[in-house]
Every structure is written in C-alpha cells, then in structure tokens.
C-alpha cells in the first residue's frame, strides 16, 4: 500500500512540476537507461525521449499499472527503438553513479574498497556477456527493484517467463563468475 501512495505521490508530482517528485522520476529512468545502454550519453539521451514522450502520454495514464512501471516500459521501448536505430552498445562503466558510499567507513578501509571495486567490476564485465533479454531482467529486478509483475508490464511477457529468464540469467552470471570472485 505504501508502494502504491508514493507512486501516486509521483505521479501528481510530475504533473505539477514538482522539482523533487521529477528529480526522482530522472534519475530513475536514467540509472535503468544507463544500466541497458553502458553509455551515459546514450542515457541522456533516451532519457529525454522518454520523459517527452510520458508527458505527451501522460493524460493517457489510467493507473492500471504503477506509473514508475509505466515509465520504465517507456523507457525500455525508446531503448529498444534506439538498438533498431543502430545505437551499439559501449562500455562505459565509468559514468555509473557510486553507490557504495564512502570508502573510508568501510571495515578495512582502501583494501576493502579496492576488492569491493574489483568485484563490482567483474559483475559489471559478466553482465555485458549476457544476452539483452537476459541482461535487462537482472537489471530491471536487481538495480531497479521490480517485482516480476512489474516486469511482466515492462517488457511485454508472461510473468512466468520473466521468472524463468531472470533464473537463467542468474545461474549464467553465477557460471560466468565461478572461479572470478
């Protein structure tokens, strides 16, 4: 329920302009952007197209979805419409936001955050191996937080194969990182 109240929150937000309800909006479709592109002008870009493109929609809403679903499936169409476009996928793994916090409060100091760092990197390099499909369950479920439904709404498929490729892709990224970490 309380999931639902700020969404609602959001959503009247952005249609009011209100700066905190839309910075949270950003940055959420520019992390999830992000994370599908691995290059952050791509984001930025992507990220405009689906902010045009919900405010143009937005009168259309009826909340039969939560509306940060309805903007991520927005955003996952504008990404998949920029991949038909020619858009290649780049690495910059640089531009991610860190969201480890500071290192220096860590047990361990430096070493701790330099294996921390090591690691985060061989998962990003295990992810990028992954097929799309099996790469944006991961994301959509592990770094945006939906629940399978969500996703379900988000790429168009049964919540059963969601489940199933967000399993596989787990256990190929388990495989991938055997003996790596």
């Given at each position: 329920?309380?999931?639902?109240?700020?969404?609602?929150?959001?959503?009247?937000?952005?249609?009011?302009?209100?700066?905190?309800?839309?910075?949270?909006?950003?940055?959420?479709?520019?992390?999830?952007?992000?994370?599908?592109?691995?290059?952050?002008?791509?984001?930025?870009?992507?990220?405009?197209?689906?902010?045009?493109?919900?405010?143009?929609?937005?009168?259309?809403?009826?909340?039969?979805?939560?509306?940060?679903?309805?903007?991520?499936?927005?955003?996952?169409?504008k990404f998949i419409?920029?991949?038909?476009?020619?858009?290649?996928?780049?690495?910059?793994?640089?531009?991610?936001?860190?969201?480890?916090?500071?290192?220096?409060?860590?047990?361990?100091?430096?070493?701790?955050?330099?294996?921390?760092?090591?690691?985060?990197?061989?998962?990003?390099?295990?992810?990028?191996?992954?097929?799309?499909?099996?790469?944006?369950?991961?994301?959509?479920?592990?770094?945006?937080?939906?629940?399978?439904?969500?996703?379900?709404?988000?790429?168009?498929?049964?919540?059963?194969?969601?489940?199933?490729?967000?399993?596989?892709?787990?256990?190929?990224?388990?495989?991938?990182?055997?003996?790596?970490?």
């Amino acid at each position: 329920m309380a999931s639902k109240i700020r969404q609602w929150h959001l959503l009247k937000g952005f249609r009011e302009g209100d700066p905190k309800a839309c910075v949270t909006i950003v940055r959420t479709v520019y992390r999830f952007l992000l994370h599908l592109t691995g290059d952050a002008g791509a984001a930025e870009d992507l990220s405009q197209e689906t902010l045009l493109a919900a405010l143009k929609k937005l009168d259309d809403f009826r909340g039969g979805a939560f509306f940060m679903t309805w903007l991520h499936r927005i955003a996952y169409g504008k990404f998949i419409d920029s991949q038909r476009r020619g858009y290649r996928e780049r690495v910059s793994r640089d531009a991610l936001p860190n969201t480890s916090g500071d290192s220096a409060g860590m047990p361990g100091g430096p070493v701790a955050s330099a294996v921390a760092g090591e690691r985060c990197r061989l998962l990003y390099e295990a992810l990028d191996e992954l097929e799309r499909p099996d790469r944006t369950a991961v994301i959509l479920h592990y770094f945006q937080k939906l629940s399978y439904s969500q996703m379900s709404r988000v790429l168009g498929e049964p919540v059963g194969t969601v489940k199933w490729r967000t399993s596989e892709a787990l256990r190929k990224l388990k495989s991938s990182l055997d003996g790596r970490i």
